[in-house]
């Protein structure tokens, strides 16, 4: 079966300060894709990163960064210095290659980045 | 290049009602798909479709039909609304193969009454 957690429901920091999204997975399949998506206020649907499970390297851009682990099936996002712009629901997604047809949502965890 | 669109953004429907939604692409994307998103429940797969012609049932297809007679557009359709089909609709579209990131369009916000 293919599930995803994202055990944290909503978040809240202050400006400047870093902030980690936990994502754990579930599959049985050994190859497969991870995805984050960003969801503001405004409710559309923003890709951030796609991370296939042959490679384990983290990967940073700008203040994002996502940890892949596939010891622990993790693949946690942190957004370092955080800003009121990153303030929306995030979520972590699961594609398996032989049942590439569905996408596995995580619930989102909502982030509030106050000023 | 608009990527995904979909229309309407807002609808509000009496039970029983019928209406349909509709999702184009300019991608030149095989797959597409229909998502509802309800709060705590992040987005689940109604229908999708590998090409034109072809239709699929996803997780939660019940009181939904769909239908891709062209390769960029993506009908979603509700023939007998129900309360329980209030929900924000997304479209998305990819191209074929599995690594490929699936691209939502705005969303499409019904309430049914």
């Known amino acids: 079966a293919q599930k995803v957690t994202q055990a944290q429901t909503e978040i809240s920091v202050v400006e400047k300060e870093d902030v980690t999204l936990d994502c754990v997975y579930e599959t049985r399949d050994t190859t497969y894709y991870l995805f984050w998506y960003k969801q503001p206020p405004s409710g559309e649907l923003v890709f951030l990163i796609r991370?296939?499970?042959?490679?384990?390297q983290n990967e940073i851009s700008g203040r994002y960064s996502w940890n892949f682990q596939k010891s622990t099936s993790s693949f946690n996002f942190t957004i370092t210095a955080s800003q009121v712009v990153d303030s929306a629901v995030y979520f972590c997604a699961l594609r398996a290659l032989y049942n590439f047809n569905k996408f596995y949502f995580g619930s989102g965890t909502k982030l509030n980045v106050k000023p | 290049n608009a990527g995904v669109t979909q229309t309407p953004k807002f609808r509000v429907l009496k039970t029983g009602q019928s209406m349909t939604l509709l999702c184009a692409q300019d991608?030149?994307?095989?797959?597409m798909y229909w998502y509802r998103q309800d709060p705590g429940m992040g987005l689940r797969l109604i229908h999708y479709?590998?090409?034109?012609?072809?239709?699929a049932k996803g997780e939660v297809p019940d009181g939904y039909n769909v239908s891709r007679l062209k390769k960029q557009n993506f009908l979603l359709g509700l023939e007998s609304a129900a309360p329980s089909q209030t929900s924000v609709y997304f479209c998305?579209?990819?191209?074929?193969?599995?690594?490929?990131?699936?691209?939502f369009g705005p969303g499409t916000r019904l309430l049914v009454l």
């Open positions: 991370r296939n499970s042959f490679d384990e």
């Open positions: 991608m030149n994307h095989e797959y």
């Open positions: 998305a579209s990819s191209y074929s193969i599995p690594k490929e990131t699936q691209y």
């Open positions: 479709s590998v090409g034109e012609g072809t239709t």
